[in-house]
């Protein structure tokens, strides 16, 4: 029987990284609360330590590692944002660090991982079996995989930035949430089941790779080829079994967004907030504004998961 985290392993997570991870901004929009006739509270994870929530799954996850795995060290696989925050922690913590990237991920990501020390072995997503390769490598050298979502200390650490904007703001009646594969949903769900227990959490996933819809109403995980999207941190073939059990109990439903909602939306936040929000990161408000949602008078929260994008790449997606 598979034992899912709990809001207690969210507190004690919270704990670990008081002065570690940054207590990001959340922001405010008169524009964004006139579309939606709602008051909409931006939790700004793009301004978190490398760039992105994924920070605080990490070094949650890396700080509990005994003397013998901090000395042999950490592998996982990711797109980016967790390959930084992976590489980020274990500098932090003086553990090495080997992370699989893919050969298509934003080359700002690859460069800012390698940056933080890593050692960075890429491979084809489309051809490859990132897992399978990932644990072949751990079991070789003797490293401790910290999968990107599906591991308890992950989602616990993931959950603290849910917790933060209920904390500050109060009760809620709506929150949208980016999903890839799942460890912010999960722990976002966790929080808001304690804190704030009437809110809708709602994921929201690429159009182009809607698994975990697919998966929360059919009941089982569904696992789809890797989706061709603007949203790289959110290609991910399946939820885990971890992910899948806290938002199938906690979760409302499973929403989507277009690749075109996506940069109508990174235009938004560039253009009237100042801000630079990742197409990932975008999911939430793209679906507060286009899945027809019942906003109209509600309190409504959206968790921006992230700012890393190439500004090469974010210049053509905008200029398109």
């Keep these: 029987m598979l034992t899912l985290p709990t809001y207690e392993d969210v507190t004690a997570a919270a704990a670990r990284l008081q002065g570690q ?53 950490v592998i996982t696989f990711s797109s980016g944002n967790h390959a930084q925050a992976i590489a980020l922690s274990a500098r932090l913590l003086g553990i090495p ?16 991982t390698k940056g933080y020390g890593a050692e960075v072995i890429l491979f084809d997503r489309y051809q490859c079996d990132r897992e399978a390769l990932t644990t072949e490598l751990a079991a070789q050298r003797g490293l401790t995989l910290i999968p990107p979502y599906d591991h308890a200390d992950v989602i616990a650490g993931q959950g603290t930035a849910a917790k933060e904007l209920f ?17 912010l949903l999960a722990g976002s ?9 009437a809110c809708q959490v709602y994921g929201v996933e690429p159009l182009a790779g809607n698994d975990g819809q697919q998966s929360f109403r059919s009941g089982a995980i569904v696992h789809i080829e890797t989706p061709k999207t603007i949203a790289d941190g959110a290609q991910t073939q399946h939820l885990g079994q971890y ?5 199938r109990r906690d979760g409302h439903d499973v ?35 286009h899945a027809g949602l019942p906003l109209a008078g509600k309190r409504v929260g959206v968790l921006l998961s992230g700012g890393n994008v190439d500004l090469r790449r974010f210049g053509e997606l905008l200029a398109a």
Excluded: W
């Excluded at 992910?243 to 938002?247: A, D, K, M, R, V």
């Design 21 to 73: 991870a940054h207590r990001t901004p959340v922001m405010r929009s008169r524009t964004a609360d006139q579309r939606l006739g709602a008051s909409v509270f931006f939790k700004c994870e793009n301004f978190q330590r490398m760039g992105a929530f994924k920070f605080r799954g990490a070094f949650n996850a890396l700080s509990r590692f005994s003397a013998a795995q901090r000395q042999a060290g």
């Design 97 to 112: 660090a080997t992370i699989l990237m893919p050969l298509d991920a934003p080359p700002s990501k690859i460069e800012a």
């Design 167 to 183: 904390e500050e703001v109060g009760a809620l009646d709506f929150l949208l949430v980016p999903l890839g594969g799942g460890g």
């Design 189 to 197: 769900a966790l929080s808001a089941r304690a804190l704030a227990p």
């Design 243 to 247: 992910t899948f059990g806290i938002i």
């Design 255 to 289: 929403l989507t967004a277009s690749d075109a909602q996506l940069v109508e939306a990174m235009r938004f936040f560039a253009e009237r907030m100042k801000m630079l929000v990742e197409p990932t990161g975008c999911l939430g408000f793209a679906a507060a504004c």
